[in-house]
């Protein structure tokens, strides 16, 4: 009986071998389970349509020119025809337009928009503006394109770069501009033009201190004004080669309450504003 038992049951050591052989199988055949199975890929990110030739334009510091201009190529990279709804620019000073206001791109044309910087209403330094572009393919998208450039230190410039009237109160306002040229050449005034009539413009004497020369501009608005919102343009001309034209926008807010509907006839009757402009004697 002893001898049955004893051959019955194995050793403590011959029972550790077995496991240890056992194992790696176990624990192989575990993980194989456990281990995660791969997906099929269900399709690729698909491209914007609207593709740059570049995306950022960088001039780095350039001359002291009265206008600093650049472009932006694009192409239609779709299936479908593209339309620019809108050009929305970080600062209204860039005044983005669209190469012969053309909108619509049919696939793999190509089109252009234009920027353009005035030196004299910015402040020396590096600049960074940004330009979003609305379009739509069949559905909304948007796109982001950079212009950046370092003016140098001011010779002509203006003060400020833009004017604003918030009309909401029924009171007349005023502001002034002041053209200053720091070259010691006494820039002239010769004539300006603006293009709305709802405000006055007058240009006051040039003062000389040392190589600055300031001539101040007036500008008022009535108190009473159309109601909502109008941009108009300053147009100075000088007698500078290098700042021949100086444009200051104008924006005008009126009274929003009170709001008439006019009639189709009614606004074919309205005279069209013209530009009115002041030769300086």
């Given at each position: 009986?002893?001898?049955q038992?004893?051959?019955?049951?194995?050793?403590?050591?011959?029972?550790?071998?077995?496991?240890?052989?056992?194992?790696?199988?176990?624990l192989?055949?575990?993980?194989?389970?456990?281990?995660?199975?791969?997906?099929?890929?269900?399709?690729?990110?698909?491209?914007?349509?609207?593709?740059?030739?570049?995306?950022?334009?960088?001039?780095?510091?350039?001359?002291?020119?009265?206008?600093?201009?650049?472009?932006?190529?694009?192409?239609?990279?779709?299936?479908?025809?593209?339309?620019?709804?809108?050009?929305?620019?970080?600062c209204?000073?860039?005044?983005?337009?669209?190469?012969?206001?053309?909108?619509?791109?049919?696939?793999?044309e190509?089109?252009?928009?234009?920027?353009?910087?005035k030196?004299?209403?910015?402040t020396?330094?590096?600049?960074?503006y940004t330009?979003?572009?609305?379009?739509n393919?069949?559905?909304?998208?948007?796109?982001?394109?950079?212009?950046?450039?370092?003016?140098?230190?001011?010779?002509?410039?203006?003060?400020p770069?833009e004017?604003?009237?918030?009309?909401?109160?029924?009171?007349?306002?005023?502001?002034?501009?002041v053209?200053?040229?720091?070259?010691?050449?006494?820039?002239?005034?010769?004539?300006?033009?603006?293009?709305d009539?709802?405000?006055?413009?007058?240009?006051?004497?040039?003062?000389?201190e040392?190589?600055?020369?300031?001539?101040?501009?007036?500008?008022?608005?009535?108190?009473?004004?159309?109601?909502?919102?109008h941009?108009?343009?300053l147009?100075?001309?000088?007698?500078?080669?290098?700042?021949?034209?100086?444009?200051?926008?104008?924006l005008?807010?009126?009274?929003?309450?009170?709001?008439?509907?006019?009639?189709?006839?009614?606004?074919?009757?309205?005279?069209?504003?013209?530009?009115?402009?002041?030769?300086?004697?």
């Amino acid at each position: 009986m002893e001898e049955q038992k004893s051959t019955s049951r194995l050793p403590l050591w011959a029972t550790g071998l077995v496991l240890c052989g056992l194992t790696p199988a176990v624990l192989a055949g575990i993980f194989t389970q456990a281990a995660p199975v791969a997906r099929p890929i269900s399709g690729l990110v698909e491209r914007d349509p609207l593709v740059f030739s570049q995306y950022a334009v960088h001039l780095g510091e350039v001359r002291p020119v009265g206008t600093v201009p650049a472009h932006f190529d694009f192409f239609n990279a779709g299936k479908t025809p593209i339309e620019i709804v809108k050009l929305d620019p970080s600062c209204g000073c860039l005044a983005p337009r669209l190469y012969d206001e053309k909108t619509r791109y049919e696939p793999g044309e190509q089109g252009r928009f234009y920027v353009s910087v005035k030196t004299a209403n910015e402040t020396p330094g590096p600049k960074e503006y940004t330009v979003k572009v609305s379009y739509n393919d069949g559905k909304p998208q948007e796109r982001i394109v950079s212009f950046k450039l370092t003016v140098p230190e001011k010779k002509v410039s203006i003060t400020p770069a833009e004017v604003y009237f918030y009309q909401t109160h029924g009171r007349a306002d005023s502001r002034e501009i002041v053209l200053e040229d720091h070259r010691g050449l006494n820039l002239n005034i010769v004539d300006f033009e603006y293009n709305d009539s709802t405000a006055q413009v007058t240009l006051g004497e040039k003062i000389v201190e040392g190589t600055t020369s300031r001539t101040p501009i007036r500008i008022d608005v009535p108190g009473d004004v159309p109601p909502g919102r109008h941009v108009s343009v300053l147009t100075i001309h000088t007698d500078d080669s290098e700042y021949q034209t100086i444009r200051v926008p104008i924006l005008i807010w009126g009274p929003e309450s009170n709001i008439q509907q006019a009639s189709a006839e009614e606004i074919k009757q309205k005279p069209t504003p013209t530009t009115k402009r002041s030769k300086i004697k």
